[in-house]
């Protein structure tokens, strides 16, 4: 019996609860293997052009491109360093409220137990 005789819904809000939370977790997971695969390839592209390319022989557009990148890597990290925090606040709110719903339903219960033997 939940606390407010709304098993359902709980059990309801649960399972949206844990369904958005994988799909959190499954969308930073990629986004993380996505950024490994972009740095593979940038590690490849560095080795390939190597000493070949002078400084100064580099196209322009090129080094805008280095900068932007290194905006999208900072801004990356600031993204999962936030992620990893509300991951951490969700899961521990979550938590939270499991164990209080659990305490109020093992007292429920006792006092259930206790009217019946009254």
Known sequence: ???????????ARLDALEAHVR?????IQQTQLDV???NIKLIRVESALGDKLDT????????????QLGTARAEYDRMA?????SWATLHAGATDAV????????EAAARIEQELEE
């Open 23 to 27: 799909a959190i977790s499954e969308a």
């Open 36 to 38: 490994v695969n972009t």
């Open 56 to 67: 100064d022989a580099v196209d322009p557009a090129i080094g805008a491109l280095n900068e």
């Open 99 to 106: 164990a209080s719903l659990r305490q109020s339903v093992e």
């Open 81 to 85: 360093a936030a992620a990893s925090e």
């Open 1 to 11: 019996m939940g606390l407010f005789s709304n098993d359902k819904e709980q059990d």
